[in-house]
């Protein structure tokens, strides 16, 4: 059966530094990958979504960027981070079109 | 771009009350509509779905959800809610020609069922 891993579950990180954040699926092969942000009473924002290797999508120009060097490996990044960028951050994958999502546990990130 | 409104934000019931939340899409052409939840400390899951056929979904635990085309509309019910229904609900849009089969989300309704 197909799993999805992210990590960390937690990050406190200081203003100006860098981030990386990590997600990888088991079980199924050529998955669409997605980044979201989830913001207390402001709902998923998509941030970055990928449907192959080196194939990434931005939706909302920001201080963060994505990369998948891997077919099922997908990455969050930041060099510097802003306090604005706190939140909870999850990724995602698909099969493919008309298919839900299953998500990962998230990652809780702090800016301080 | 499309849009997702969940136009209530909190909702407070005591079991056995029923469910309605609201969701409206913008949208015009072919969705593939979504309800997810979220249960305190746990992955968002998904509840049910919407591709073609029947407007009437039925999903797991007793959710079910209808899809009123003229109204632009998917709203999630369920006829008598239990204290383990206290969670977050999100409502979800895919346009159906969406290639990268990427989700607009609602802003969320917080669902709180008092024992």
């Known amino acids: 059966s197909q799993t999805i891993h992210q990590w960390p579950a937690t990050l406190v990180q200081p203003v100006g530094s860098p981030l990386s954040l990590e997600c990888t699926v088991e079980g199924t092969s050529n998955p669409n990958l997605y980044w979201y942000r989830q913001a207390a009473g402001r709902g998923l924002q998509l941030l970055f979504y990928s449907i192959g290797i080196g194939q990434i999508s931005s939706e909302v120009p920001q201080n963060l960027s994505a990369s998948r060097p891997q077919d099922r490996q997908f990455i969050l990044s930041s060099k510097k981070l802003l306090l604005s960028d706190s939140g909870f951050y999850l990724c995602a994958w698909s099969a493919g079109t008309a298919d839900g999502y299953t998500f990962g546990s998230g990652t809780r990130l702090t800016v301080v | ?115």
């Not at chain 2, 229904?85 to 989300?105: H, I, K, Q, S």
């Open chain 2, 1 to 115: 771009a499309q849009s997702v409104s969940q136009h209530n934000h909190h909702v407070i019931l005591s079991e056995a009350a029923s469910l309605e939340l609201g969701c409206n899409y913008s949208y015009g052409g072919t969705v593939n509509l979504f309800w997810y939840v979220q249960y305190p400390g746990q992955h968002l899951q998904l509840l049910l779905k919407y591709f073609s056929g029947d407007p009437l979904v039925k999903g797991i635990k007793g959710f079910e959800a209808e899809f009123i085309k003229s109204k632009f509309s998917f709203n999630l019910r369920k006829p008598s809610v239990q204290w383990s229904d206290t969670a977050e609900y999100f409502c979800a849009v895919n346009p159906g020609n969406n290639a990268g089969n990427m989700l607009t989300f609602g802003g969320g309704t917080r669902l709180m069922v008092k024992p």
